[in-house]
């Protein structure tokens, strides 16, 4: 099976700069455009599961649901983020301008 190739850039959620990032959280961008962020839940009930969340985009108005959920691995919930964001600016007539 050929893991997920990310069509975005993904990098380790940094907070602030007294943040230490982990392989567990990471954000993904479009340019400067934040597209979402996943999680490995490292307790409870959904531990070591991933969860994803689409980011809030300044120019949609609408907001497509759900925008969050969980998978099983990291690159599909990196798939998942970038598979909503499509949809969301599909949904709010939005054309892609970053490369």
Known sequence: ??????LYRWRR???????????????????????????????GPMKDQWLWTGGTIRRAPKRLLPHSGYVGEGREAMRA??????RQLQLNGIERTAD
């Open 13 to 43: 959620t940094k907070i602030d700069h007294q943040d230490t990032p982990t392989d567990n959280d990471w954000s993904g961008y479009d340019g400067e455009v934040c597209i979402g962020r996943i999680q490995r839940q490292t307790n």
């Open 81 to 86: 983020v970038e598979e909503w964001y499509h």
């Open 1 to 6: 099976m050929i893991k997920y190739q990310p």
